[in-house]
């Protein structure tokens, strides 16, 4: 007999040499129809491999993330399978399982689109078969011998250390594999081929070009549909794509990973720095305006230069080097040290939006998310270590109101304790992080703890938030650190009359505001809230005879402070109208007779409410409510 | 006979041999009382010069340039005389008229501050006897015999070409010298020696150390005292004695030529920026953000690379060098060139803050005045030559009404024309000038011509300004140019359906925001109209009892978007009052029993009114039409 024990501590005795199926039947039937394979002390098994020691033991299913891998893994053999059927010439080589799905490199002449589809086609036959998938372990010899034909698996055969290899077989293919798999190929319900690429065997472009096909696969055919809808919004919402086709931003090769910011664009980022630095004004932040270039001896007394020298543009001075800078907080230290601080000085809240560069390859550069050339709504909070539990409760006050409550974004929390190097004592630490989880408790936000995930230099709050495609992104930060006032001597004097090193909080709300406006656009869709639309209300007319209302009715939202648009020419209202939701303006204004003659307007929202005979008093006031509180939703 | 031609065209017979004293004469005796020299033939001469031959004269006095360099030459021979009456020992080397007065190098130990006060008592004796100052044409021979005992003056006779040397004596005093000089010495009435600073002999370090002393010298008293005022004025506002006094600025030696602007100035640059902003809404200007490095090739298809190179920052990047932008226009004519143009989309105006650096020597880098890191309000209008005369119109009046209306400076305009290297045929620039003239007489402006002062590819406008202390400057611009939207193909496709090249016109408004900044701090010396005040209003109370009132005041303020500082000290108000205006805050709020009680305020301005039982809706009334009209004066 052998003791198995479960996830929640239970546990069972077994006959020696029980199967993964055989210990989740004991379960429940419905746990062994739902099963994947096995976890064995961890490790990943197939349902089938019997189990002759004492061992704790999970069942997987499609709802862990071992599970997926497992599904993908089958999936892979199943897109093999149905390739030889078609193509029997086609060399398999390898088929891992990927972050987005999988794929598997094929030597064979290019693959169409046509032929995807009868791939497709041919996978949901072998899916049907529900054929069994066995493993067996055979040696190097009798391996070679059953892959005499493929050059590729040969050479892998030849690099395992072990005496024997493990094969899969499933109907009539058979596959080098270390596995788990799925115990038939029947539990690979929702499969999906995504496209088909060139790809070097071992990435080296000395070797032959194969046919890579990428793959995706789900225990249900709903969670595939969703997964697709989502992967053809965000194509639809592509920053890139919206970002020329609403004039918000372009990039050019002569300066790689900067975006240049255009007429919309710069209004947007323009908009969500005035309205930060408002909030800067609320919550007691002084902005400065700060160098970019510095002589390396700053990066010396920060350490950038020994750690992080790579990532900086370096340029010679006057035969000394200089480097743009790729963080503010140096330059902060600078600035706090002007003058010397009392305890009753502090805290000092330092902000900065100037623009910083990091040298990223050219290769990793995309869009708006990867990038050399950002600003950040960057601040740098020097203070007491008594103070740190209120300042991090006004850090999270700042990141919910503008995350959750203006943008309406979801967010979680978790809070990153001491690592195995870390700079300061244990006591320090403890009292930091103390104060960290006080703050996130009083805020009443719920959060994970992340064991030693702290920066060497001090804890920090991670932020994670999720989009309207519940994609998830990092903006905010919110971070401790005992090392740069150390080595810049940031200090006060005390109410004890001596000198103390000041503490560092790093915090970003809307973080890189690149990246951030990447995010927004994909997030709202190129649909702005009205506050942040480049044009606000465009004003048309159904005939030349309503220009002159239509120029009152301009200039006096123009005047009220509003962004706004016209469109007198000689074309008819469904037209304009057509024009202008592609031009994604969230409110439009009609004018034609009876509008003139009464003295009203015909106002449609982006999302088609119509509103006719509304006084221009009356939009103008909803529209002043709607950017003051930064409405999301345009409600007419 | 001779014929004299003066400089209304005039001509006037005189005996061969007649003096320029003695045609001063002739015309009138005050006029020779007034007289310092002539220009004869343009020449600078002697009074005392006999003219023998046809000749143009101009009797040059304290009003002409030349006649205060005559004066200031004089007034070194005074400073020579004077050190040589009270230190025998002295060596005279040279002593000439620089931009700002005069100085004269002796071989001698330095002197003190208390040897100034001397040799200027000195000096006002020689000025008082009034000596003849009388010129003398001799030999080299007899000059070396003369100055024998001068190493420095045996060493300049050696030098000179010609076979005699000109010398002037005045009393006991001869000086080897060109001339001309003043008739006699009592004509230098207001002479002020300045300083006194170490120099080498030709300014070579190698050579023996002398003791420059520097001297300023006018016609009449007054005008020194105005000069001395003006110069002890400027001392006072210096913008990096102020920057440092008032949080504006500061730097460091980690970023030569690279402000940082802190809390306060950051305010006021912001503000600026601002503003600015609000009149390109206003005016049809789109704004962009963009890159700040570029790779090489822009540079090369601008013409920056050849001519500019050694004035950028150069990086390389993965192989390839790259630039940080020292202007902004190559950048927005890739931007202007991302759509295609019809004449109708035309002009377009593309401006942007994004910042420059520029790659001047360290050494001449000063204050906010000479940077390496600046930004600019900075616009390219791409249009088409019909479009330049209204295009520069609206630059023109832009600029009036910054610098005219808003700043209340004096503003004067010139015409620069074609140079003699120009780009593009003559009648392209007799069209563009003509459009520029017309544009300054549309706008009522007078100007003076620069006959071929343009830029090589185009013509301008230039706008000189002057400020408080009457000190001249050149911020904005305004400049056509024909050769950028050549290489970088910007064009437009014309009613004719053809394609044709745009004309870009450069302009800024307030120039480099970093010098502006300083001109500004010393232009207000650092009392900033209330729309640019980083602390705009403070109030203060008179006991602690008052602090709940002064905190509904302070709210309402803040609530109202002021920015309002508090001081509930324990202090006295004469003392709150004080460091108030140290620091330079516009209203002053004064709250005590009597305003608790009636729901008043006492307010008091930084110019010293005082408005008791004010009513806070009155002050923010008044507050808000100041800051809207952007008023210099704080009047309550």
């Given at each position: 007999m052998i003791t198995i024990q479960f996830p929640d501590g239970a546990k069972k005795h077994y006959t020696k040499g029980s199967t993964g199926m055989e210990v989740a039947k004991s379960i429940a039937e419905g746990l062994a129809r739902e099963a994947y394979g096995v976890l064995v002390n961890g490790m990943p098994k197939d349902l089938s491999v019997p189990i002759t020691t004492d061992a704790t033991l999970k069942i997987v299913t499609a709802k862990d993330k071992e599970g997926i891998e497992i599904l993908r893994h089958t999936s892979t053999h199943i897109?093999?399978?149905a390739v030889r059927h078609l193509f029997p010439y086609a060399k398999p080589t390898i088929g891992p399982v990927v972050e987005e799905g999988f794929y598997y490199d094929f030597d064979h002449e290019p693959f169409s689109p046509e032929d995807l589809v009868k791939i497709e086609a041919e996978m949901e036959k072998i899916v049907k078969a529900n054929y069994p998938v066995e493993r067996k372990e055979i040696s190097k010899k009798e391996a070679k011998e059953l892959f005499k034909d493929n050059p590729y698996k040969l050479e892998l055969i030849d690099e395992f250390e072990e005496g024997t290899v493990s094969i899969y077989r499933q109907g009539d293919f058979t596959d080098l594999c270390r596995g788990p798999h799925l115990p038939s190929t029947g539990k690979a319900k929702a499969i999906k081929l995504m496209k088909v690429a060139g790809a070097y065997w071992r990435a080296?472009?000395?070797n032959k070009q194969l046919q890579r096909i990428y793959g995706i696969s789900f225990s249900e055919k709903k969670q595939l549909q969703e997964y697709l809808h989502v992967l053809e919004e965000a194509k639809k919402r592509d920053h890139r794509v919206l970002g020329k086709q609403l004039d918000l931003v372009m990039f050019h090769e002569f300066a790689p990973g900067a975006p240049f910011?255009?007429?919309?664009?710069?209004?947007?980022?323009?908009?969500?720095?005035a309205f930060i630095r408002k909030e800067y004004q609320k919550r007691g932040y002084e902005e400065v305006i700060t160098p970019q270039l510095y002589n390396k001896k700053l990066w010396e007394q920060s350490g950038h230069w020994e750690h992080y020298k790579e990532n900086m543009f370096v340029i010679t001075?006057?035969?000394?080097?200089?480097?743009?800078?790729?963080?503010?907080?140096?330059?902060?230290?600078l600035i706090y040290n002007r003058s010397t601080k009392s305890y009753r000085d502090l805290p000092v809240r330092i902000a900065d939006f100037c623009c910083l560069h990091r040298n990223e390859l050219s290769g990793t550069l995309s869009g708006l998310t990867r990038v050399r050339k950002f600003s950040q709504d960057d601040a740098h909070i020097f203070c007491r270590m008594d103070q740190v539990e209120e300042e991090v409760l006004g850090v999270l006050d700042f990141i919910k109101y503008i995350w959750v409550e203006v943008f309406g974004f979801k967010v979680n929390y978790s809070l990153s304790t001491r690592p195995q190097k870390a700079l300061g004592d244990k006591a320090l630490w403890d009292r930091a992080e103390g104060m960290l989880a006080e703050a996130l408790k009083k805020a009443a936000l719920p959060y994970q703890i992340k064991e030693g995930d702290g920066a060497f230099y001090g804890p920090k709050i991670d932020i994670d938030l999720e989009d309207a495609l519940g994609r998830k992104w990092q903006c905010p930060t919110c971070q401790l650190d005992f090392n740069l006032p150390k080595r810049f001597e940031c200090m006060y004097e005390g109410d004890d009359s001596k000198k103390h090193q000041a503490v560092m909080i790093h915090r970003a709300v809307l973080g890189s505001l690149e990246r951030f406006m990447g995010l927004m656009i994909e997030h709202f869709s190129g649909k702005f809230p009205l506050w942040l639309s480049p044009v606000q209300v465009i004003i048309m007319t159904v005939a030349d005879r309503h220009e002159e209302y239509a120029t009152k009715v301009k200039d006096e939202l123009v005047g009220a402070g509003f962004r706004v648009d016209t469109d007198f020419r000689s074309e008819s209202i469904p037209k304009k109208v057509r024009e202008a939701q592609l031009a994604h303006i969230p409110l439009m204004i009609t004018v034609g007779d009876k509008e003139t003659e009464q003295n009203v307007l015909a106002v449609r929202t982006l999302d088609g409410q119509v509103k006719f005979g509304m006084q221009l008093s009356e939009l103008k006031g909803k529209m002043q409510m709607l950017v003051e509180k930064r409405a999301v939703k345009v409600e007419i």
């Open positions: 897109m093999a399978q080296d472009s000395k910011f255009l007429k919309n664009g710069a209004i947007i980022y323009n908009e969500l720095i001075v006057e035969g000394e080097e200089h480097s743009l800078k790729p963080m503010n907080c140096p330059s902060h230290c």
